[in-house]
């Protein structure tokens, strides 16, 4: 068994397809009876994050429940609050709240928001989330959030807003806030403001630029925490085979999914995370196939080194060794979506 140094696991179920994925309830609980630390619900422009995390988990009673991630667009900062709170009631003060200001795509053309500047938005959110958890009495006057409304954001008032404090009291004051982050002021920005940090694309093989992204955010004045309490939940893809090539295989089509077609030609944070890794000149090929709808090919360009650096892969053995990489670096929760054979593996080789 390898020692793992209090390395937790998380379950993945990210966002649905079509429909509800067959088998999440049995999934949650096989995760906790294995001793999962946390289950993960996401969203997009489909189902949402916070309605099935609340379902499965009325089914658990040790599982943390977290959103990877709420988007900001997609709700204003106090009512995020309110469910998040309801959730923390209902769980006995389980909830994790993951939240990222998602891509202008999304945020633009889905909830019909305005992307710009999404650092000093998420900044201006989380202050509003933090006070409406201690139930302070919310006043706020930023340039994109002001509570109460007032016309300096363009639109008329009514000058009828007062400014409120929630009537639910909360179960605890501060529920843990972590942000989803790629880029180097958005990852200090993390590292001040927030419980913690949701990595996308990240490796624990050459990983000095996030390290010097978290340093910059920690020693930053108004810092909440330091690089011993804060929290790092990075999603790792897990495929158990005897054959390395064929386990890669799963793997090529989500990268060459994130780094051809997840946000536009120059504008693309994931592209941009996966270049830095050294693999620039692949990038821009697997970009230019995948947007000119040619995404099997896009997908078979991504090299298995990369795959390697980015997900566990291969037989047992492997896997077991290559964890060892994940195990030294900051990471605290490895979150994997996998079937349930692979969950055990990963139990018995974390446990």
Not at 167 to 173: C, D
Not at 281 to 286: G, K, S, T, V, W
Request: aromatic residues 8%; negative net charge.
């Amino acid at each position: 068994m390898t020692a793992t140094a209090g390395m937790k696991l998380g379950l993945a179920l990210g966002y649905w397809g079509a429909r509800q994925p067959e088998g999440q309830p049995q999934l949650v609980a096989l995760a906790e009876e294995l001793g999962y630390d946390s289950v993960w619900t996401a969203e997009a422009y489909g189902s949402d994050a916070l309605t099935p995390l609340a379902w499965l988990g009325a089914a658990t009673t040790r599982l943390k429940l977290c959103t990877g991630i709420v988007q900001l667009s997609a709700r204003t900062p106090t009512a995020t609050a309110m469910a998040a709170m309801t959730i923390d009631h209902l769980s006995d003060g389980r909830m994790v709240l993951g939240i990222g200001a998602s891509g202008p795509q999304v945020v633009e053309g889905w909830y019909g928001q305005p992307y710009p500047k999404p650092l000093a938005r998420t900044r201006e959110y989380v202050d509003i989330l933090r006070r409406t958890f201690a139930r302070d009495v919310v006043t706020h006057h930023g340039a994109f959030y002001r509570l109460p409304y007032d016309a300096g954001l363009g639109l008329p008032s009514s000058g009828l807003g007062k400014p409120l404090r929630s009537t639910l009291h909360p179960v605890r004051e501060s529920i843990p806030i972590l942000l989803a982050a790629e880029g180097p002021k958005n990852v200090a920005m993390a590292a001040e403001i927030a419980d913690g940090w949701i990595p996308l694309f990240y490796s624990p093989h050459g990983s000095r630029f996030y390290d010097a992204a978290l340093a910059e955010g920690f020693a930053r004045p108004a810092a909440r925490c330091t690089p011993d309490d804060f929290e790092i939940a990075c999603s790792v893809e897990v495929h158990l085979d005897d054959d390395v090539e064929r386990a890669a295989d799963r793997v090529r089509p989500f990268i060459a999914l994130y780094v051809g077609g997840m946000g536009a030609r120059g504008a693309n944070f994931h592209y941009e995370a996966v270049a830095r890794m050294g693999y620039e000149a692949e990038c821009a090929r697997i970009q230019d196939l995948y947007l000119e709808g040619r995404k099997a090919e896009a997908a078979a360009l991504v090299p298995t080194s990369l795959v390697e650096k980015i997900a566990l892969i291969g037989p047992k053995e492997k896997i077991r060794d290559d964890l060892a990489a994940w195990v030294e670096s900051p990471v605290t929760t490895l979150v994997i979506s996998a079937d349930a054979p692979t969950l055990r593996l990963m139990a018995e080789l974390v446990g």
